[in-house]
């Protein structure tokens, strides 16, 4: 922790470049730019390239598992993204993918795809060139909490010129950011080794305050269909005791009463996580 100086208590604040919201794209693939700025303490998103692991943006499309960004001085494709209105929502992460839950760090924009994704053409660059590593890009894990070994090696397309990843999309039509928004951000993906002990609950809260802060909300938690527990402080959790295997995580932004707070279909989403010993 000492090598990482203050940078965990930085204020890293985030801003669209493209898309900008309410935009159109023609075309299935949406380029994704970021800018960073705010009180940042030495805080920089970039891969380490020896253990595959550094600060990084999770960026979500619609409500679907976020993905990595390492590199925000390269564009970040979004590909065979389908027709239709969709949200991208982006928050800086630490390595081990703790958001930043400062002002201005998670910011949200929603655009509209014309003419979106043909899964059965390749995936191209912008300039027509057939990407070849898109398959590999796609199927990358990223490495799971506080590790910094075991997908050194799988994370070897850190050198491929773009980050990126195909995406089929979802239904963002409802969303609406004036409405209480608890955005999903972990766990997920595949945890091994080590990484298996404490798996951490994290997410990010948009006009919500929940109890145990002032507010009327509570997110509401569940691993695999068990019992309803509830979470009463903006902090990640961690939860022991994970039997190999696969599992499922549901978390919930609920209000005074126990019911889900309706902003599109957000306000309530499971993951499947995989447990390897
Ligand atoms: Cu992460």
Known sequence: MAARGEQDQAKPTLKFIEPHDGQTINGSTVNLKLSLSGDLKGYKPMKDPATGTG?????????????????????????????????????????????????????MVTFTVKGGGDASKPTTTNSGQRMADSQSAANKTETPLKSANSNAATNSNAAAPREGKDMAGGNASDVDMKKPLLTYSRPKGEYKGADTEAIMIDFWLWNAKLQGDGGDYRVRYSVDGGEAKYIDKWE????????PGKHTVKLELVDKDGNVVANGDYNSTSRDITVTP
Not at 58 to 80: K, M, S, T
Not at 236 to 243: C, F
């Open 55 to 107: 600060n990084h943006i999770h960026v979500i499309l619609d409500n679907q598992p976020y993905e990595a960004y390492y590199n925000l001085d390269q564009p970040f494709e979004l590909r065979n993204v389908s027709e239709g209105k969709h949200t991208l929502r982006v928050f800086p992460s630490r390595p081990w993918h703790e958001s930043f839950k400062n002002e201005g760090a998670f910011q």
């Open 236 to 243: 990640p959790i961690w939860l022991k005791g994970w039997t």
